[in-house]
């Protein structure tokens, strides 16, 4: 999944495809950035159901051929094989984090 937030409009992606927007959707961090579930009442609820693999983090919108060019990246059979982003895909690329094993630590479950 891809959320882009550009002009006050806010954009989803699956699988590098188009699959809806909203206007007004917000993508403001006050705090700390919790993935695979919400952070309320001192402790993490709501937790993701599946998988999650490659979180990478950008400080300007991607464009749709951006998208499509880091989900191809990856695609397919993965077997601690991760792929850097060059070119475009690396201008602005704040975080990248491929839960491969070396920027996981499996003892308190952070990266």
């Not at 579930?37 to 159901?49: E, Y």
């Amino acid at each position: 999944m891809t959320w882009v937030k550009s002009g006050g409009v806010l954009s989803a992606y699956k699988n590098g495809e188009f699959v809806s927007s909203v206007g007004g959707g917000s993508t403001l961090l006050g705090s700390n950035l919790y993935i695979g579930s919400n952070w309320c009442c001192n402790a993490a609820t709501n937790f993701w159901r599946g998988y999650i693999d490659e979180v990478r983090t950008w400080n300007r919108p991607l464009t749709a051929s951006e998208i499509k060019q880091v989900y191809n990246l990856t695609a397919g059979p993965k077997i601690s094989k991760s792929s850097t982003p060059a070119g475009t895909l690396a201008d602005g690329l704040m975080g990248y984090w491929t839960f491969d094993g070396p920027d996981v630590n499996w003892g308190n479950y952070t990266v």
